[in-house]
């Protein structure tokens, strides 16, 4: 989904608005640092939708996703998303701040929907002046499961182009692991319903540990979402994990806020990377992929 995955589609709290249509000219996004576990450089942001309706407070991708995919919009709301948020980070490539943006796709982009994906992407990194190394796509399991062969061949031209491609929410889906391995996949990301229980549920230990080890054989990096408490922080990097993002780190910030925001990290980086991290628990990983962009921590 092209929005914010980490909240359900539906109407929620939109009441008498319900039959309106979405205007995409008040999407707007918002971005999510992600951190590197063991240096606790920032390395990259998420691009998440926000709905700015006039006169009221930002609506989150739960109250308004619906509205999106009923009305057929979602293609249209991918390339905006995809356009306002190569803009912000080319901007702040040229200020000199090397964050890597991650961008959602949806099941659309592989549907038949977003026929010119590729295209628009070429041209959202040319105006922007953004290198293609420096945009990374998201997709979800559910998404893959949809139109696998249109998946493959969407994600390969993205991939060609220098992009990284990561799937999200991993572990909650049921895609074939051989089909997997045969999509341009560089990064795998741990849902946050496993990370939740991972300092004191086994089971999510025993799954979070088999994602590293999978993720690692096939020359993959790692991301957990929703990473909430120190403990958590410190359980994942002891199992090998390289990156995070969550309120721990961070809340989403506007574009214009994201500068500020790196600038007071330092401090908090700092106590969190040079935490002591509770005793490896899994074989030492393999080496993982390099990071492509960094951010002064």
Not at 109 to 123: E, K, N, P, R, Y
Not at 131 to 158: H, I, K, S, Y
Not at 269 to 283: F, H
């Amino acid at each position: 989904m092209a929005l914010d995955h980490n909240h359900d589609a539906g109407t929620g709290t939109l009441g008498p608005d319900v039959a309106r249509s979405v205007d995409l000219n008040e999407i707007t996004a918002y971005f999510q640092p992600k951190v590197d576990l063991r240096s606790a450089r920032i390395v990259g942001v998420e691009a998440l939708a926000r709905w700015a309706r006039p006169d009221l407070e930002l609506t989150a991708p739960k109250d308004f996703l619906g509205l999106v995919e009923t009305g057929g919009q979602m293609p249209a709301l991918t390339e905006r998303m995809i356009e306002i948020s190569t803009r912000a980070a080319g901007d702040w490539w040229r200020s000199g701040l090397g964050l890597q943006l991650s961008v959602n796709l949806p099941a659309s982009a592989f549907s038949g929907a977003d026929q010119d994906l590729h295209t628009f992407v070429i041209d959202a990194l040319a105006a922007s002046a953004l290198p293609a190394e420096a945009l990374q796509f998201e997709v979800t399991e559910e998404a893959l499961l949809q139109e696998p062969e249109r998946a493959a061949e969407v994600l390969g031209q993205l991939s060609r182009l220098g992009s990284t491609i990561s799937v999200d929410d991993f572990g909650t889906g049921h895609f074939s692991l051989r089909r997997l391995m045969r999509l341009p996949i560089d990064e795998l990301k741990i849902d946050r319903s496993v990370v939740l229980g991972i300092t004191d549920d086994e089971e999510d230990r025993a799954i979070a540990r088999s994602i590293i080890h999978l993720a690692h054989q096939m020359g993959l990096q790692v991301l957990a979402e929703g990473v909430e408490t120190k403990e958590q922080w410190q359980r994942l990097r002891s199992m090998g994990c390289e990156r995070a993002q969550g309120f721990l780190i961070s809340k989403p910030h506007a574009a214009r806020d994201i500068p500020a925001w790196l600038a007071t990290w330092s401090h908090r980086g700092r106590e969190l990377g040079s935490s002591k991290p509770a005793q490896r628990d899994t074989k030492p990983a393999s080496k993982s992929p390099p990071v492509r962009a960094e951010a002064p921590a």
